[in-house]
């Protein structure tokens, strides 16, 4: 089992100073105490790259949110930003 909220606190702290750098904030909202089984290097690849793509396509004074929750017996994870989006 994977504690969710600790591995994307992890990412976040990693990412916001470019965050910063870009004039972007970063909001979160997890829920507590969220488990899932995952393979930990993986889970950890696919939110740093939407996070990452998120700050370099989100504009200066723009803003990211992360949240992730349980929705029944699954979990659900986002990455929002204020960007230009994706066609």
Same mark, same amino acid.
């Given at each position: %089992?994977?504690?969710?909220?600790?591995?994307? +606190?992890?990412?976040?702290? &990693?990412? $916001?100073?470019?965050?910063?750098? $870009?004039?972007?904030?970063?909001?979160? +909202?997890?829920?507590?105490?969220?488990?899932?089984?995952?393979?930990?290097?993986? &889970?950890?690849?696919?939110?740093? +790259?939407?996070?990452?793509?998120?700050? +370099?396509?989100? %504009?200066?004074?723009?803003?990211?949110?992360?949240?992730? &929750?349980?929705?029944?017996?699954?979990?659900?994870?986002?990455?929002?930003?204020?960007?230009?989006?994706?066609?």
């Amino acid at each position: %089992p994977l504690s969710v909220e600790s591995e994307i +606190n992890k990412i976040i702290e &990693f990412y $916001e100073p470019m965050a910063s750098d $870009e004039g972007v904030k970063i909001e979160v +909202n997890l829920q507590p105490d969220l488990h899932l089984r995952a393979e930990k290097t993986l &889970f950890q690849r696919a939110v740093s +790259n939407v996070v990452s793509n998120a700050i +370099n396509y989100t %504009p200066k004074g723009g803003l990211i949110r992360v949240e992730a &929750f349980s929705k029944g017996d699954t979990v659900q994870i986002s990455v929002m930003d204020t960007g230009v989006g994706i066609p």
